[in-house]
């Protein structure tokens, strides 16, 4: 599995780009139980489609800068903690479209890095997110999103409601 990190850019690798071939659409892997209804509906429009799944993690950067050593382990730490969940939610990816997703591992704020990836990344297509399913909002990034950053989206941002079943999910999808 190849990953392509924001730190230097220049690494990204070929293998990792996206297909120009087929609709993509990229979901932003956090730990939040909405998360899982944008991972579906994500990879039940691919099939439906014939496109594909991409996969962007962003990890917040390190910090603990006073020793450089431990910023840095503290860093690779991260990265492998995001490559791991990575791989799971790759795996799933895999199951359900039969296809393996595109991963992106970034550190910085996700708005950020993901309105980054959408500028060197031109074949994605679409952006899918859950919203928050507790009375907290629809959360950070979508608000950021659909708020100050929404003239920065070059492609079209579709909004899962968090709380729909696996069965809800797959009647929209």
Do not use: Y
């Not at 595109?102 to 297509?125: C, K, M, Q, W, Y």
């Not at 929404?150 to 579709?158: D, E, K, Q, W, Y």
């Amino acid at each position: 599995m190849l990953f392509s990190s924001a730190v230097p850019r220049e690494e990204v690798h070929a293998s990792a780009r996206v297909s120009p071939d087929h609709r993509t659409f990229l979901v932003v892997v956090d730990q939040t139980r909405e998360m899982q209804a944008a991972l579906r509906f994500a990879c039940r429009r691919a099939v439906a489609t014939g496109g594909h799944v991409a996969l962007l993690h962003v990890s917040q950067p390190a910090e603990f800068e006073h020793w450089m050593f431990v910023g840095k382990r503290m860093r690779d730490e991260a990265r492998e903690s995001a490559e791991e969940v990575l791989q799971r939610k790759a795996s799933l990816v895999g199951r359900m479209t039969g296809r393996m997703p595109a991963l992106f591992v970034r550190e910085g704020d996700a708005t950020d890095e993901l309105l980054d990836l959408l500028e060197e990344e031109p074949n994605i297509s679409v952006v899918v997110l859950a919203t928050g399913s507790g009375n907290d909002g629809p959360g950070p990034l979508v608000t950021a999103l659909i708020g100050k950053h929404a003239h920065r989206l070059r492609v079209p941002l579709t909004l899962v409601p968090g709380h729909l079943s696996t069965d809800e999910i797959d009647d929209l999808a």
